[in-house]
């Protein structure tokens, strides 16, 4: 389900980096996170949206994430914006 939701979401962000900056912009409302990502490379992103109240949902895997956004390699986690 998550998969299909960001394959289909027009406007997204993919990475750590790029969450993070639309997240203290409060412009996400919802994450997508892979299990398999390292934690300690998701933790300022999931605490912000902790604090924010952004829905996080989580998928298995990160190569299978990429996919659904179209690049070829993996995506530890993914915005869709407001």
Known sequence: ??????????????GTKQTIKAL???QVKELIVAEDADR???D??????GHSGVGIF???SMKTLGKACGID?????VAIKK
Do not use: T
């Open 24 to 26: 203290e912009h409060e």
């Open 58 to 60: 989580w998928v298995d």
């Open 40 to 42: 300690h490379v998701l």
């Open 44 to 49: 300022k992103a999931l605490e912000i949206a």
């Open 1 to 14: 389900m998550s998969y299909e939701k960001v394959a289909q979401a027009a406007n997204k962000v993919i």
């Open 73 to 77: 390699v993996g995506a530890a986690i």
